[in-house]
């Protein structure tokens, strides 16, 4: 889940955006974590999470790999999130992602109350996460600060593109395919809730951000 | 990443998914083709896109009777109407680009799927950055950009002689064959990957050094280096790296927070 950690944005791009997920140490309390992972999930879903995930199999939004001509017109763009819960079979990473703190904040409060024994980390703005964490109770254990993007950065493309490509680190939402949305919605060819679906398909780990991407999107197609 | 010849019918939809940019149409034989040096195995254009299964040949006879009549038509974006896209069968050293570019392959060298290892996220059950010390995670080609293990060692070689301990369980380590100079296996350095990570761990007031020689050898690497740093907080939540980054000139203000709520399992007694 480092691929949550340079997720690109002002801070104030990042108010609606609050990844929270679970792990357990390889070889150490391992054991019986797949139950505790559905359990982390499960409570998840109580808040109304815009996505959740398994790093095994994937989020919510999935492709169809058995699409007809038809479906065009009524796509299925992902799976029930108990389909999600239900496919954990393995000791894995899952993740939900929150666009209120409010929300991230009862799931908290929900979590000390389980006591699931698995290590749980909150990737967003630091700040915001330790004021959520210290209202429910919790004091943080350990941080990891994103000091962001170094080199040449002429590399690197316009903000707006990269604000959509990095909400999947692993770099599976491309560039190209973020800008082509953008393009697309300019155009009014598709919505930014559309295509920010069509993003989110992408992301194999369910920690994009459909919320945020189409408020990006949005702003994109205005101008701003 | 091969695209079947005989499926393709040039709609270009997998062009603008692919992250390296590595697939075009070959105007020679009007079909999407794959430049194989750039591109890294990472299976986004295979597994990301959805999958039609129609007739090429009926495809390519509707596209081209619509291209004849200049009509734009808007199919999905996301789709590839003929499953023309084909992963193909990897060896050495080759197949590391997908181990290291695809986040559904397991890493051999450490069991985990993806580019890194547990790092700060389970700390709070492995203890492995205490207080005091200072996790570095130092992570080349991101975002969307790629990297060649020859730029990768590059870094390495110039961090080797810093008062440093490389993750021994990362799996750019196991490239590494000799820690004392940060020197990779010479066969992959000709080999370019999504992104990599590097993991060492240092003392807080080694960190500025660590920095230093990262911001100076970044520009001179042919790709992106993202900069991430972890330490264990005290009993309040504080810690003395924060105030160190800010007298370094860091401007910071995300990243992941370990909320302390694993444990190890209670060890049972006779």
Redesign the interface.
Known sequence: ????????GA?ES?RDDYII?A????G??D?GAPAKLQAFLRLALKQHPVNVGN??KGGIFR???????LA?WR?QEGVDPAEVVEGIDAC??VAAVFDDPKRLEAF?AD??QA?????????????E??AC??RAG????????????????N???DRQV?EL??MC????V????A???ID?VKEG??DPRQAAT?MA??C??GIFNTTRAARILEEARIGT | MEIDQWKCVACSNCIPTCPMGAIYIDTTVNRATVNLDECVECCTCYRGMSKEHLNPTVVRTIRGFLKLLRIRFDPEPDVCPTDALTPQELTWPRIIRRAFSDPLVPHESTGIHGRGTEEVKTNDVTGRVNEGEAGFTIEFGRPGVGVWFRDIQRMTMALAPLPIAFESKNPVYSLITDPKTGALREDILDEKVLSAILELKTTLEHVPQVLQVVEEVAPTLDTIVSIGVSTRCDARGDNQLEPLLKREGYTFYRGKTNLGLGRRPAVAHA
């Open positions: 889940m480092t691929n949550t950690l340079h997720r690109f801070p990042l997920f792990m357990a140490a390889r150490i309390n054991e790093a095994l492709p169809s790999k058995k699409l007809t001509p065009h796509r894995t990473a908290l979590l000390r006591d699931l024994g698995i290590s749980i980390n909150i990737s967003a703005l630091t700040d996460a330790r964490c210290q919790i004091t943080r254990h350990s941080v990891e600060y994103s000091l962001g993007f170094h080199g040449d950065l590399r690197l493309p990269l490509s990095t680190g692993h770099g599976m491309s560039h190209n395919f800008k082509k949305m697309w060819r598709r069509y398909k992408f194999t780990c």
